[in-house]
């Protein structure tokens, strides 16, 4: 199935949870609705893992997994997602994306890399890598807020785009060292994909810069960004 026998503008909202429940998932899911209906998509969402099948997801162009937690599929539902993504569907993962479906291989590659820990939320310094990219080229080259700022167990692999990392001065706690990225995206399947690592707190749903930073993913996932 090619790109465009994807139904235009369909957004799957996925917020299963296996393990730890964001508290933020209810406020982020209305934003994010909100904010996609506002620009032309229509959206849907669901915490049911048995939907997620080829003929459900034939109607969409992007699935969004906006803290999901834990081992959240059975290997049916992992074969729809990778089918969906090997025929151009669009994956944006957000926060706790990472801390999702650590025995299946190809959501590894997908999502970039995997949670390891995190510090107390606190204020830190984002460096904003690529000020080009539709969803970072509204934002200073120094971004100060506030999060829970993730450790990944590796760096996304070499083909992956980093957009944003963090200023390791700026903050305490973080154990990866000074290469530390927290937004990026690549096109290696099908599907485009994009991660942030923002989106602990519900106050980070009220930020515009950061409404802007998931538009922008959005946007540039199902080729918008022209």
């Keep these: ?71 959240i599929f059975e290997p049916a539902q992992e074969q729809a997602l990778e089918w969906f993504v090997r025929n151009g569907g669009g994956f944006l993962g957000i926060h706790a994306a990472a801390d999702t479906e650590y025995d299946w291989p190809f959501y590894g590659e997908l999502v970039g890399g995997w949670f390891m820990s995190h510090p107390r939320v606190q204020e830190a310094t984002v460096k904003v890598v690529d000020r080009t990219h539709i969803s970072t080229k509204h934002l200073p080259e120094r971004w100060v807020r506030t999060d829970e700022w993730y450790d990944y167990k590796a760096q996304p692999a070499k083909d992956v785009h980093i ?10 706690g973080h154990k990866m060292g000074d290469a530390h990225p927290t937004a990026w995206c690549h096109d290696k399947f099908d599907g485009r994909a994009f991660y942030t690592g923002g989106g602990h707190t519900s106050e980070a749903y009220d930020e515009p810069d950061f409404q802007k930073h998931l538009l922008g993913a959005i946007k540039w996932i199902t080729h918008q960004d022209k």
């Design 1 to 71: 199935m090619a790109q465009g026998q994807l139904r235009t503008n369909g957004m799957l909202i996925f917020t299963k949870t296996a393990g730890y429940r964001h508290g933020s998932i209810e406020h982020g899911t209305e934003v994010v609705s909100k904010m996609a209906e506002a620009n032309g998509f229509f959206v849907r969402h669901t915490e049911d893992a048995s939907l997620i099948t080829k003929d459900l997801l034939k109607r969409y162009k992007i699935v969004v997994f906006l803290n999901t937690t834990g081992d």
């Design 163 to 172: 957009l944003c990392e963090l200023d390791t001065n700026s903050y305490e």
